[in-house]
């Protein structure tokens, strides 16, 4: 398992290593010149740019302040290594509420209630692994653990102004978002992705579905009923089990299970 690093503690800074961090999770500080780099380049873990051959010029220039801050705009990716990666979940753009995004698609810090599609994630994951429902009802909103496990928790939009949602979504990050999937949906290693919506669904063209499990569903919002409708020829969220379907394959595969719950 990855060196534990908790997003509400993660501070990234252009010159700034998180001493509990696994050394290969470095930031991409340096061009093949070797002259520093800043930006959104910069907070990428080194391991993730050499894995998906990502260039600084795959980065887009984000106007700040935008959520969520630098410093954890890349947590999903020091909080998990593509060695370590087994699952993907894809969600859109970060929330757009005051301190409510941190590097993690779906999750919030400890001290926040769940946004609606994440009261209905975690409503899945309990009727899926019949997990009593105070158990669920008591975990953390901060989905840490999952990142920690091998849960990649990835945007297919990093960032986005405040206030505003999907004001991002012009910017390019879907380009750089693509390059990891295609480089994780191409790689030898099995793993599952977990695509929820049409916005993720479309991402599945990057996959070699021969090496790896595809699990698709409408998105989990309860936003105009989505959570309970197909999406196309993807069924409802509600009832997918993907949880314990993902845990199975996984298993199957001769990979460690991931602990939800």
Same mark, same amino acid.
């Given at each position: ?5 908790? &997003? ?18 470095? +930031?991409?500080? #340096? ?11 910069? $907070? ?5 740019? !050499? ?12 106007? !700040? ?16 290594? =593509? $060695?370590?990666?087994?699952? &993907?979940?894809?969600? *859109? ?8 995004? #941190? ?5 919030? @810090?400890?001290?926040?209630?769940? +946004? +609606? ?12 692994? $019949?997990?009593?429902? #105070?158990?669920?009802?008591?975990? =953390? ?9 091998? &849960? ?9 102004? @405040? ?10 990050? $879907? ?34 579905? *021969?090496?790896?499990? &595809? ?19 993807? @069924? ?5 089990? *993907? ?9 199957? #595969? ?8």
């Amino acid at each position: 398992m990855e060196a534990m690093l908790n &997003v509400r503690t993660l501070s990234v800074g252009a010159g700034d290593t998180p001493s509990n961090s696994a050394p290969t999770n470095s +930031p991409c500080f #340096q061009d093949r010149t070797g002259v520093r780099m800043g930006g959104n380049f910069a $907070q990428m873990p080194k391991v993730w740019c !050499e894995f998906a051959a990502l260039k600084p010029e795959d980065f887009p220039q984000i106007a !700040e302040p935008a959520f969520p801050p630098p410093p954890s705009r890349f947590a999903a990716f020091h909080l998990t290594s =593509p $060695q370590n990666c087994r699952v &993907v979940i894809v969600g *859109q753009d970060p929330y757009h509420g005051p301190d409510q995004a #941190q590097g993690l698609a779906f999750s919030v @810090p400890l001290n926040l209630r769940a +946004p +609606p599609s994440l009261k209905n994630i975690l409503k899945e994951l309990a009727d899926d692994l $019949q997990i009593p429902t #105070q158990h669920t009802n008591s975990r =953390p909103h901060d989905l840490t653990d999952w990142a920690q496990d091998g &849960v990649l928790l990835l945007n297919t939009i990093l960032s986005v102004a @405040p206030g505003a949602p999907a004001s991002h979504n012009k910017l390019g990050w $879907q380009a750089h978002t693509a390059r990891i999937i295609r480089a994780l949906g191409h790689d030898r290693a099995p793993r599952v992705f977990m695509l929820w919506g049409a916005h993720a669904i479309a991402l599945r063209e990057h996959i070699a579905e *021969q090496k790896h499990l &595809v699990l698709t569903s409408s998105h989990p919002s309860p936003m105009g009923n989505a959570c309970r409708r197909p999406c196309g020829d993807a @069924p409802a969220f509600f009832g997918s089990k *993907q949880f314990s379907r993902a845990n199975a394959w996984l298993a199957a #595969q001769g990979r460690e299970a991931i602990a939800w719950a």
